[in-house]
């Protein structure tokens, strides 16, 4: 399975953007999908996941309240991103895995599926 990311770029500070994720080459029925985004020289920070059925979420505090997750169907997933700060400037990237999305937030292997990134910058 492969994952494509796309709607990141360049917004001010209190704007929004809407990320997708779609997958291809198999499906993802069963797996759990998440965003993750990533600073150059820093680890990979948990942003939100949602199981495949889209009624079961987890986001990390420093997002809760601004970004929504949508899982629109087996294969793609939004995340709406609100009130966008400086510190959420990063690659975003989409993972796929099997886990619940509560697991998810705190594994630190890798997904099952890990997508390449949308870049996000948000400045002051």
């Known amino acids: 399975v492969q994952l494509q990311a796309s709607g990141g770029g360049l917004v001010q500070a209190g704007g929004s953007l809407k990320l997708s994720c779609v997958a291809s080459?198999?499906?993802?029925?069963?797996?759990?999908m998440a965003w993750y985004r990533q600073v150059p020289g820093k680890g990979r920070e948990f942003v939100a996941a949602?199981?495949?059925?889209?009624?079961?979420a987890d986001y990390a505090k420093s997002i809760e309240g601004r970004f929504t997750l949508a899982r629109v169907n087996t294969e793609e997933l939004t995340l709406q991103m609100n009130r966008l700060e400086p510190e959420d400037t990063a690659v975003y990237h989409c993972?796929?895995?099997?886990?619940?999305?509560?697991?998810?937030?705190?594994?630190?292997?890798?997904?099952?599926?890990w997508g390449q990134g949308t870049l996000v910058t948000v400045s002051s």
């Open positions: 080459g198999g499906s993802l029925r069963g797996y759990s």
């Open positions: 949602v199981d495949w059925t889209g009624r079961s």
């Open positions: 993972a796929a895995d099997r886990a619940a999305p509560r697991l998810i937030a705190t594994n630190l292997g890798n997904p099952d599926y």
